[in-house]
């Protein structure tokens, strides 16, 4: 049975640092796309961050420079690590998985990646 399970979320002040766990199951994310991307009330969702199967990384320009994505393949888990946080970080983070290739691992394409978890709250104050 495929599953993510996210964690790591929580309420920060404004310059603060996260890191978002997603444990994956059932599948081997070292052979996926994997990523993240976040919704905010009233926001459409908005990928974040992407690692391929080949490891190589893309993140979104909202967050270049802060956040980083990562993930340990012997423990079959991504992390998101996010840093210098602020109020626009706000939302409900999820982990998703995709079978593609390199050139379309995008965080453009992240949402509509039918594998994901059911996310976790992240919620920054000024």
């Known amino acids: 049975q495929v599953q993510l399970v996210e964690s790591g979320g929580g309420s920060v002040q404004a310059g603060g640092s996260l890191r978002l766990s997603c444990a994956a199951s059932g599948f081997a994310i070292g052979s996926y796309c994997m990523g993240w991307f976040r919704q905010a009330p009233g926001r459409e969702r908005e990928g974040v961050a992407v690692i391929a199967s080949d490891s190589s990384t893309s993140v979104a320009d909202s967050v270049k420079g802060r956040f980083t994505i990562s993930r340990d393949n012997a423990k079959n888990t991504l992390y998101l690590q996010m840093n210098s946080l602020n109020v626009e970080d706000t939302g409900t983070y999820y982990c998703?998985?995709?079978?593609?290739?390199?050139?379309?691992?995008?965080?453009?394409?992240?949402?509509?990646?039918?594998?994901r978890g059911q996310g976790t709250q992240v919620t920054v104050s000024s």
């Open positions: 998703a998985a995709g079978r593609v290739s390199s050139t379309y691992c995008r965080v453009g394409y992240l949402v509509a990646f039918a594998t």
